[in-house]
Every structure is written in structure tokens, then in C-alpha cells.
């Protein structure tokens, strides 16, 4: 995993955990890797992945079960929810780049319809 300097890693910690439920390379009621074995993997600190944790079970993300380990959510509404609230980052971040770049709502419309049309009719990439 690469890092960006200007973004907490823990935060970047989570947003990797919710893109991985969201494309449901992790399925909801699974279980997370311990905390030890995901610092490994991703080479950073084990009290960065434990905030990482800590916060994703604040958002109701995760949950732990005692002794057994901490889960993904099954509510398929928080899903949803997650899935939602990223496309919603995604589109402010493009929409406010392009409009730095000088394009107009109409433009911006255009060029995305384009790109949608290049990529065949439901958006997915040919």
C-alpha cells in the first residue's frame, strides 16, 4: 500500500478497508485480519491499524466479537451508505478540478456523457 504524506495513514487505513467492502473484495460479516498481520502486510505500526480499527467500529463499520476478533458490519444499508458517501468524494473532487480547469456545469456534463459513450453503453470500460 502506498501512502499519501498529506493524509493520515490510519485514515487511509479505513478508506482502503471500506473500498475493499464496497467492491466486496471483503464481504460483509467477515473477519478482518488482526491487527498484527495487517500492520505486517501493510508495513506500518500496530497502533496505526488499531485507530484504523477503533474508528471503523465508531462508523459502525466493524464490529468486535471478544476473543474472536473484529468483523465487518452486515447491515447492507451502512454499505449503501459507504458506497454512497465515496461516489459522493469522487464527483466533488472531479467536479471542482474541472471547474478549476475553466469547464462550465454544461461542459463538464458533455465530457463525462463522452467518456461514459467511449467506454460503452453502461460505463463499463471496453
Known amino acids: 500500500m502506498k501512502f499519501d504524506e498529506n493524509i ?14 464496497i467492491t466486496e473484495e471483503l464481504k460483509k460479516g467477515e473477519k478482518l485480519p488482526s491487527v498484527r498481520e495487517l500492520a505486517e502486510f501493510i508495513k506500518v505500526n500496530p497502533n496505526t491499524v488499531q485507530r484504523a480499527y477503533q474508528e471503523l467500529e465508531r462508523e459502525n463499520v466493524a464490529h ?3 476473543g474472536l476478533g473484529r468483523y465487518i458490519t ?15 468524494k469522487f464527483i466533488y473532487t472531479f467536479v471542482e478540478g474541472m471547474s478549476k480547469l475553466g469547464y462550465n456545469s454544461q461542459e463538464i456534463i458533455e465530457i463525462l456523457k463522452k467518456e ?5 453503453k453502461d460505463g463499463a470500460n471496453t
Open 8 to 21: 493520515p495513514i490510519y485514515i487511509q487505513i479505513m478508506n482502503y478497508i471500506k473500498e475493499r467492502i
Open 64 to 66: 468486535s466479537q471478544r
Open 116 to 120: 461514459l459513450e467511449m467506454r460503452g
Open 74 to 88: 452486515e447491515d447492507e444499508g451502512k454499505v449503501r451508505l459507504l458506497k454512497k458517501e465515496m461516489a459522493d
